[in-house]
């Protein structure tokens, strides 16, 4: 029988740290305009639904989810490693973009 919960679901991504750096880090030299923190977590767990990596019960299905708490401090990690490694920088022009929001650029 299939449960439905209603209202937001916070889901853990079963990506080992080096698939959600690739993930990551991928998503974001896929886009030259720079993306959104916000959209980069979307995104991740929509990949991880995608792909049946999400830790969420067969007999479950969700109103709304979004990513654990210990999923986004992977995340910072993983974005704060890559800006001090000079392969990313932080773009503070919000006003070029539509959401108020932190996005990264890729550097090549």
């Not at 889901?11 to 720079?34: F, N, P, R, S, W």
């Not at 299905?61 to 001090?84: K, N, V």
């Not at 022009?93 to 539509?98: A, E, I, K, P």
Request: with cysteine; charged share 30%.
């Amino acid at each position: 029988m299939m449960k439905i919960k209603l209202g937001t679901a916070s889901l853990h991504v079963t990506y080992t740290d080096d698939e959600l750096k690739i993930k990551v880090l991928g998503y974001i030299d896929a886009h030259d305009d720079g993306v959104g923190f916000r959209d980069i977590c979307d995104n991740i767990l929509t990949f991880a639904e995608d792909e049946g990596k999400l830790s969420q019960s067969e007999n479950e299905q969700y109103q709304w989810m979004e990513l654990d708490r210990s999923d986004i401090l992977r995340i910072d990690r993983i974005l704060h490693d890559a800006i001090a490694a000079g392969k990313i920088m932080i773009d503070f022009n919000t006003t070029h973009y539509q959401a108020a929001d932190t996005y990264f650029i890729s550097i090549n």
